[in-house]
Structure formats: C-alpha cells, structure tokens
C-alpha cells in the first residue's frame, strides 16, 4: 500500500519481521527493521524521499562508492520511555554534522527537512521496533554515497541518501584495555579526519587488529607528526581525568566534532566538573599514570555513550587504571542516558519528541 505522508511517499512491507526477533538478546546493529527511507540525487537535484520495505540495492560496478569511496554516515538512536514515547538525542546536529562531512567528500547537500522529515516518518511507521529493555535501543544509520557510475576519478552526479535502523543492545560490555598508537594515522593535517567518510573507519581496522593481536581490544590514536598527543579512542572521543580534572582534545582536522563529547563537556561543567579543552601528551598521561593523579580514562560516542578504559599500555609497558569510587564515566554515563531515555529533566534542550 501506497501512502503520502508529509510529502514522503511510504510503501509498507506485506509481512513483518518483528516476530522473528527476540528483543532479549540484541547484538549490536545486526537485525534490521522493516523499512528504510530513501532518498535519489539526479540531475543536479534532491528528488521526494520515500519509505519501502527493508531491501538490498542495486548497484552498477561502476558505481563511484566502489572506487573513490564518496561516503558519509550518521550513528543515532531513538528511545521509547515508560510511556511509550519516542525521542531521539539532539538530531539536528547529526543533519548538520551529516552535511559538514558530505561537503568535504565533494557530496552535494542535503535539505534538513529531507533529514528530519524523513526519520520522524521511518519512526513513526517502525516504532514497535524500539525496544524498551534497559541499555537497548534503535539504532539509526543515515548515511550518503556516490552512486553515479564512471571510472574517471571525478565526483558522481548521483548519489543515495538513506536511513536504515536496527534494534539494538549494548554495543560495548565491560571495561576495555586500549594500545596507544605509535605507527599508524587515523587522519592528518588537512584531511577528512572531522568528518564521518567511511575510508576514515576502514583505515582504523588494520592496526587495531594489530593491537588485538597483543592483547588490546582498541586503540588510543594519536597525532600523524609526532604521536605525542591523545586524540580519539577506536571510534570514539576520548576524556581523560587527572586529578579531579577531566580533559579532552580540541577537535581540529583530525578529530570528530563528537555529540556525545560535547553533551559530556556540557554536561560536567554544569555539575561543577573541571573541564579542560587543550592537547594532551602522552608523556603526560603516563607521568600521571606512574604517580597515581590518572583516575579514569573513557571513551565517549553513539553506540556505547561511555565507555570506561581499564588500562593502556605504551611502549610495552601496561597501565592498569585504579578502581575509584563514584567515577566520571559511570555518573555522566547515568546522567545522559536518563536524558536520552526521559527518565529525568532535560534542562540543556537536548531530547527531541518524535511522538
């Protein structure tokens, strides 16, 4: 059946998979709901995106993704309270940020109505999707990519917007020990580093199987000259706390403009948390690690929130954090996912009703 809702023209699947699922026991981003919304740009334009059944694409292998890699994506959630309203987590800087990185890749830009519209509709007709257990939640993966063929090294004339979301778990579980990076680059001066391509994230694979190989399960990245300074951890943002000072590194070329990060910044100077924005050595976080002022460590992202850093090793040495009451992580973790999920106030503006 054929519908316009909001200008969005919505195909119903003829059979759903929700039944097949057990909302219970949820992997992180491997079940997928029962539709997507898609979005076409040909002859120099957006044309209406429209909502179908879950489906794979057709792609021809000239398709300009599969050689140049014009790709950008999106990592959001939707949450259903005890009520049974959805809300999502500062979506409009996910449309813009979705932008910001499109623009480098050279990927025309996409009208935000087209964003919001879009995904409020996807939301409305799949709400049962999102679960209501503790730590779960719909995961929601916007993203844009070249689909315009030729082999000549220019970029596409069209390309695809789609949103696709799948139920989703914990997507971290416990405590992990992170490798600092004295090699290889996530990104450089000048590069696509502060944007969310695709190729950034393929990059990043190769050396953290490296560090899996040792023993780690992520790495802590750090700067292309001199791999002195702490910029991300894995996929995520990084805050360290020495003392009683939680820092994290400016965002610059190399580093994504994160929203969890900037929710966390926020967040802690409210409750009188010193906040500190600047370059962080390695050489001072081992110092600190050796005296006993290093405190916590986490990562900060979508997909886990927060996620608590048990130990780093560095130059073949390992450093165990210490066990501490009341940590950061734990509490700021507390603080944003009761906003997230409206089981407390939202004093900063952050939580957005979709119905």
């Known amino acids: 059946m054929s519908t316009i809702i909001k200008d969005i023209e919505v195909i119903k699947t003829k059979s759903t998979k929700i039944h097949d699922v057990d909302f219970d026991d949820l992997k992180f981003g491997s079940v997928f ?83 919001m519209d879009g995904l409020k509709a996807l939301l409305e007709l799949d709400k049962d999707w999102i679960p209501q257990k503790d ?28 949103i696709c979301t799948a139920p989703s778990g914990s997507y971290f579980s416990g405590e992990v020990k992170v490798l600092i990076e004295e090699t290889y680059s996530r990104s450089a001066d000048g590069g696509v580093g502060f944007a969310k391509a695709g190729g950034n994230y393929a990059g990043q694979f190769y050396p953290t199987q490296l560090a899996k190989k040792k023993g780690y399960q992520q790495v802590i ?64 976080v081992v110092e600190a690690a050796k005296n006993g002022t290093l405190k916590e460590m986490f990562g900060a992202g979508t997909a886990a929130v927060v996620s608590p850093i048990a130990a780093f090793g560095y130059k073949g040495i390992d450093y165990d954090l210490p066990k501490i009451d009341n940590p950061y992580a734990d509490y700021l973790k507390k603080r944003i996912t009761d906003i997230q999920t409206n089981k407390a106030e939202d004093p900063f503006g952050w939580r957005f009703k979709v119905i």
Request: net charge negative; with cysteine; glycine share 6%.
């Open 221 to 284: 990245w750090t700067d292309d000259h001199e791999h002195e300074y702490i910029e991300e951890a894995g996929a995520m943002n990084i805050f360290v706390r020495i003392n009683d000072t939680l820092i994290t590194g400016p965002t610059s070329d190399r580093i994504l403009d994160g929203i969890t990060r900037k929710s966390i910044i926020q967040l802690a100077e409210s409750e009188n948390i010193t906040v500190e924005v600047r370059k962080l050595t390695v050489t001072e």
């Open 33 to 115: 709901s029962d539709h997507m919304l898609v979005c076409d740009y040909k002859d120099g334009k957006w044309h209406a995106p429209k909502i179908m059944p879950y489906q794979p694409l057709t792609l021809d292998p000239s398709a300009k993704i599969f050689h140049y890699g014009q790709s950008v994506f999106e990592g959001m959630k939707a949450y259903k309270d005890d009520n049974g309203s959805v809300w999502l987590f500062r979506p409009e800087d996910n449309a813009r940020r979705l932008n910001i990185s499109a623009e480098r890749l050279a990927i025309p830009e996409l009208p935000e109505g087209y964003f």
């Open 135 to 162: 730590g779960s939640s719909l995961y929601i993966r916007p993203f844009i990519f070249a689909s315009g063929n030729g082999f000549h090294a220019s970029p596409a004339d069209e390309y695809k917007f789609i």
